[in-house]
């Protein structure tokens, strides 16, 4: 991966491939801070904004070569679309398609000038953040199995320039770059076939991170869940060749703030059990555990950041199975704390696991809880892949995750818990059933997760089966893993290490 370095004078002052500029939408004047720059090249820039050849719409690109009028050789220009439209996440996604596009045509140092960064709402810091996070995601890759030319990485250095920063700027290019290395750890995760991201390696995975940045690390095996009685997680990986792992992380130690409970489905393959899923659902759904995986990406920048905030991670993980000892539907599992789900469909096997995961985060101290789990399909039809569907039991903690989200840019939507829901869910033999039926699915999963929360306690479940695989190439990020949810967690920390007594 490139380094990130922030160099004091004038961007067109330093040598590189390319320097980066931003032109907005409906801005045909071209900004102040660019005027020398244009002297320097005659005119060019002004002409190109003026003419309406380029118009600054989003992702636009124009290449000039400057022709040694500029230390850089290249100019990439990259519309930014409206001024009033920027955010964290389209700034992400622009430094992402400019480090993409320099890796891609093999340019090793990329400039962009601090004076004419993208700016809107955000603060310069809030913009380098956002920007170098997206630039690290742009360079994470998905093909981690080909054989053959291993194509290299050409991009070395991303050169930020300019008089006026300052160790703030420093600061939050650096905090972007661990952000993005987050992000591509989650991605990672979720990109390992299933064979080689069991729940054995997954937990493994867990215990390297806990190593690195000196968390509690705790990794329950079958034998040690069956002694602490997670007989839901034990009933869904009983159809599988593979134990299953309960995965623990605790991070900080700040007596009286409170214990934020990160709990993340880890499902490292799902077939939908004895209620089969047809060849086509299941092709991908090694993404399954694409919640543990955020949850894991999270704790690696936490660990980075450093917060002052109380964290413990949780991550129930399994395959859902077919073999001779599977569960079945109308089997009643004892969960962790106490209340009995009947299986109605084992395909809905996310909520079973996570009923374990929630009372195990509750046990472990946290006091406000966050699941993150690719649950139902229903959510994907409900809300597309654009954003990720959110419940709760608290308006208030619901909120505070949805502003997380929002300043860290990545789009969710809140969908109602009514009561009337809760109908649906209700069995004859045991104290909840664990499916609902069509109608509302992304809710009813929801609701069967509520069960499990105790009096007191906040709790939000962010359903990310819509946005956690993208299954397009963008001009920021190849297609698949898309590690959503670890700018919000991020996000959510730092909230509440801001604002926590
Ligand atoms: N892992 C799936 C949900 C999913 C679907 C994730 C598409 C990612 C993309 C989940 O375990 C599941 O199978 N849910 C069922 C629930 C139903 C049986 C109540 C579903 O959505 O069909
Ligand atoms: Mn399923
Ligand atoms: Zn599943």
């Known amino acids: 991966m490139f380094t990130i370095e922030t160099r004091p004078g004038d961007p067109d002052s330093l040598e590189g491939d390319a320097l980066v500029q931003f032109v907005f939408e409906g801005e045909t004047d071209l900004p102040l801070a660019l005027s020398a720059l244009d002297e320097r090249l005659n005119g060019a820039l002004s002409e190109l904004v003026s003419s309406g050849e380029m118009k600054g719409k989003l992702h636009e690109s124009t290449l000039m070569h400057t022709a040694n009028r500029l230390p850089t050789r290249r100019l990439m220009m990259l519309g930014a679309g409206k001024r009033g439209d920027l955010n964290a996440e389209r700034t992400s996604h622009l430094f992402g398609q400019a480090a993409r596009t320099a890796n891609g045509k093999g340019w090793a140092t990329l400039v962009f000038g601090s004076t004419a960064l993208p700016s809107g709402s955000l603060s310069p810091e809030e913009t380098l953040r956002a920007g170098m996070s997206g630039a690290v995601v742009a360079l994470g890759r998905g093909d981690l199995y080909k054989t053959g030319e291993k194509k290299e990485d050409k991009l070395e250095r991303i050169v930020l320039a300019g008089a006026d920063q300052n160790d703030g700027w420093n600061r939050a290019a650096q905090a972007g770059q661990a952000l ?26 867990a215990r390297a991170l806990g190593e690195r940045f000196g968390f509690e690390t705790t990794i329950l095996d079958k034998a040690a869940l069956e002694e602490l009685g997670a007989h839901a997680l034990l009933a869904v990986s009983r159809g599988s060749a593979e134990e299953p792992r309960m995965i623990r992380l605790r991070y900080g130690d700040f007596p009286g703030k409170p214990v934020l409970g990160l709990v993340g489905k880890g499902l490292t393959f799902d077939s939908g059990g004895l209620c089969l899923k047809p060849a086509d659902s299941m092709v991908d759904m090694k993404q399954d555990m694409s919640g543990a995986a955020a949850v894991l990406g999270a704790m690696h920048v936490i660990g980075t950041l450093k917060p002052e905030i109380n964290i413990v991670a949780v991550c129930p993980s399994s395959e859902n199975m077919t073999g001779p000892d599977a569960y079945k539907p109308g089997d009643v599992v004892r969960t962790l704390n106490g209340k009995t789900i009947e299986i109605l469909n084992t395909d809905a096997e996310g909520r079973v696991i996570l009923s374990d995961g929630l009372a195990y985060a509750q046990q472990s101290g946290a006091t406000h809880l966050v699941d993150l789990a690719t649950l139902t399909g229903a959510c994907v039809i409900a809300l597309g892949t654009v954003c990720t569907g959110v419940m709760g039991n608290s308006q208030a903690w619901v909120d505070r995750v949805l502003a997380s989200a929002k300043e860290a840019g990545e789009k969710m939507w809140q969908l109602p818990l009514f009561d009337e829901y809760k109908e649906q869910i209700k069995s004859d033999i045991a104290d909840v059933e664990n499916s609902g039926g069509r109608p509302a699915g992304a809710q009813t999963g929801a609701l069967l997760l509520q069960e499990f929360i105790q009096e007191g306690i906040e709790w939000t479940h962010l359903d990310i089966a819509g946005t956690a695989w993208s299954s397009a190439d963008t001009k920021y990020r190849v297609k698949g893993a898309t590690g959503v949810g670890v700018r919000t967690l991020l996000r959510l920390a730092e909230m509440m290490a801001a604002n926590a007594g």
Do not use: C, F, H
């Not at 390992?192 to 997954?202: K, N, R, S, V, Y």
């Open 180 to 205: 993005g290395e987050g992000v591509n750890l989650a991605r990672e995760l979720v990109y390992q076939p299933p064979a080689d991201m069991t729940p054995t390696i997954l937990g493994e995975r």
